[in-house]
């Protein structure tokens, strides 16, 4: 009898020691796994990147330090790869689109050759990979003839998207999920975009399709991966987040979605807003990289080989500081044969500028590099007014010397010059289109008008006057010639109030508009 009891008190003494091994495996981030029980769990890296548009030669500073271009990010991404065997590399889209000249003046095809020589396994559309409609999106990722470049061969990573789907089919355009077996081990990859690519893609180059709510796609997604017995299950979404660097405050449109997002999914990468982002929400781990290849993201998941569900996860943003590595020679080589194609005709200067031009708005909304763009328009046009959303250019310019390649960096969007009748009537509409519930301020900059706006009064109501560059009413009924981007006719950034003008013709591409504007203005000394 006391040898049994002394039997039972060893067992029970034995069991307490191995539960609390157990607990402290799926508990702790950074527990080492003991040799015993090193079969039972696999450890994947997965290496995300977002919102790179083709910058492929632009180096940014963060936090002090040069970062950036496409030779430091191969590196890097080389680098954190061969230090797990068990890892992939995926992206949350708007590779392209808004790209510099080497890749732009390609029709992005050299950013699809740098995901592909980077060997990316699975990743989705943003918004700007619609930028020049579904067809050309589809002709990168599956390759086929451009009339400018010839025929290319398409991408080599896998793309998915649960909620861009065929107006016609009726389905999602592309695979809504992939299932990526790593070790043994199934992990479920599920795409989609932000809904506001409604806004900012113009109905024309997304006719033949429907962007739809991510919540229901990711949900409707997960049930199918379910149906395969699919528990590792990872997000890719162009949606947008923030948070501190500590992972707290997280903020934006995913953090929002993130409680209807079923349980089942353990990990998002987000993408869009080009922000900050290593959180926890509601059990789910939410990263996002910056932008243009200044930073990546890091996630170590910890699989159970017999649940098959990820029972730890931990993340880092890692900035690709120029300091701390030698760029990959691999993409160096690659870098010189574009340069090298893309010739010298972009490394003319075109002006001088006496001082920095900015693009960063003021408390009342006004851009200075917009409304020199305005300015250009209505002076290309002959226009009495002119509008320039935000959202055309992408930097401002420096101080000094400004080449061509620098000009079409920073407005990369090809939009050509519409000149516009509208009514005062209208202008107002489009005014009052600044605030809506979607956008709570977007911004448009004028010339050849002034108004007072008040923020307390309803959204639709917000316009208190309205003045020709005279200082006489805006008459509602008389029509005005306007000259506005083709992006914005179209409804671009929903300004569908462009959409009631009667077009009288159209202009040149707005860079070169503002080039001419730029070359009198600042000619070279």
Known sequence: MLKFQVMSSLLIIGLILLGSNIFSVSSHKQSTTTHSTSNHYVQVQLLGINDFHGQLNKYRKVSGAIAGGAEYLAAYLKKYKNENPN???????????????????F???PTIDFLNLLHIDVGTPGNHELDEGVQEMKRLINGGYHEKTGYFKGANPSYISANIIDKETGTPLLPPYIIKKID??????????????????SRENRKEVEITDEVSAINRTVNQLKEKGIKAIVVLAHVSAKSDQSGTNPEEALVEMVPKIDDEVDVIFAGH????????VNDKLIVQAYSYGEAFSQ????????????????AKIVVTSHDHIEPDQETVTFLKNLKEKMGNQFNQIIGVIPEEISRKQDANGESPF????????????????????????????KRGNITLEELYTQMPFGHSVSKLILTGNQIKLALEQQWSKDQENNMLQTVGLTYRWDPNAPIGSRIVTLKDSKG????PERE??????????????????????????????????????????????
């Open 472 to 475: 006489q009413n805006l008459q």
């Open 184 to 201: 043994g081990i199934k992990i479920g990859f599920i795409g989609v975009v932000t809904t506001e690519t409604n806004l900012y893609v």
């Open 273 to 280: 807003s080009h922000h900050y982002a290593k959180t926890i």
């Open 370 to 397: 917009a409304k020199m763009i305005a300015e250009s328009e209505r002076k290309a046009m002959g226009t009495e007014i002119a509008f320039v959303h935000q959202g055309e250019m992408r930097g401002g310019l």
């Open 299 to 314: 996630v170590n998941i910890q699989i159970d080989r017999n649940t098959q569900d990820i029972i730890e996860k931990e």
């Open 107 to 109: 029709q992005d095809e």
């Open 480 to 525: 005005y010639e306007v000259a506005v981007s083709n992006y914005l006719a179209s409804g671009g950034d929903n300004f569908s109030a462009f959409e009631q003008g009667r077009m009288v013709e159209n202009g040149p591409q707005v860079v070169t508009a503002f080039l001419h504007y730029i070359q009198q203005k600042y000619p070279m000394k």
């Open 87 to 105: 890892t992939l590399l995926v992206h949350a889209g708007d590779m392209v689109g808004g790209s510099p000249p080497i890749s732009s003046q």
